[in-house]
T-cell receptor
Framework: GAGVSQTPSNKVTEKGKYVELRCDPI?????LYWYRQSLGQGPEFLIY??????ADDSGLPNDRFFAVRPEGSVSTLKIQRTERGDSAVYLC????WGRGEKLFFGSGTQLSVL | AQKITQTQPGMFVQEKEAVTLDCTYD???????LFWYKQPSSGEMIFLIY??????QNATEGRYSLNFQKARKSANLVISASQLGDSAMYFC???????????????FGKGTKLSVKP
């Protein structure tokens, strides 16, 4: 596709449930990032993949959060036992290799935990 | 410690005037990149401009320019000839080089909400 695609665009779930958020990056981009953005705040880093491996997962808040990118393209962010505080927009971005390479962002998934 | 500081939660500017959005950063790396993104109310993050730490000249992209003062660790965004469509959140961000030379993740500030008045 032409841009970064995230599905679903909106997800409403109940406290305690499991959710999966999908990101389809720009074709050929080796780097993929997950961010979380709460209302009125800047995006907060969660995890960064270079190829299939997580190069930096220091932003994951706890062990309920996990992300995979098994074939080096599509990535899935998985949240177990969701809590109301997990409600936020989850943004995915991809980029080519390089320090100056800009990140291209998807439109995000609005997660609401009731 | 906060690595990117944007001290202006909100700014107003008259249409057709210039505006400066402030950004200071904190890093001990010699090699890093600085970015500005725009986020309209629709939510998408739009890349505006990039400045590398070794770039000697300030970056410019159309009406956007980055006033890079390395010694002060500041990377202010200047928007010239403001337009109504410039009303949005603006985020400053930094990417450091990790140990070993790999690129790091992008760290964002809290943003500045710019409102352009007709």
């Amino acid at each position: 596709g032409a841009g970064v695609s995230q599905t679903p665009s909106n997800k409403v779930t109940e406290k305690g449930k499991y959710v999966e958020l999908r990101c389809d990056p720009i074709s050929g981009h080796t780097a993929l990032y997950w961010y979380r953005q709460s209302l009125g705040q800047g995006p907060e880093f969660l995890i960064y993949f270079q190829g299939t491996g997580a190069a930096d997962d220091s932003g994951l808040p706890n062990d309920r959060f996990f992300a995979v990118r098994p074939e080096g393209s599509v990535s899935t962010l998985k949240i177990q036992r969701t809590e109301r505080g997990d409600s936020a927009v989850y943004l995915c971005a991809s980029s080519s290799w390089g320090r100056g390479e800009k990140l291209f962002f998807g439109s995000g998934t609005q997660l609401s935990v009731l | 410690a906060q690595k990117i500081t944007q001290t202006q939660p909100g700014m107003f500017v008259q249409e057709k005037e210039a505006v400066t959005l402030d950004c200071t950063y904190d890093t001990s790396d010699q090699s890093y990149g600085l970015f500005w993104y725009k986020q309209p109310s629709s939510g998408e993050m739009i890349f505006l401009i990039y400045q590398g730490s070794y770039d000697e000249q300030n970056a410019t992209e159309g009406r956007y320019s980055l006033n890079f003062q390395k010694a002060r660790k500041s990377a202010n965004l200047v928007i010239s000839a403001s337009q109504l469509g410039d009303s949005a959140m603006y985020f400053c961000a930094m990417r450091e080089m990790n140990y070993g030379g790999s690129q790091g993740n992008l760290i964002f500030g809290k943003g500045t909400k710019l409102s352009v008045k007709p």
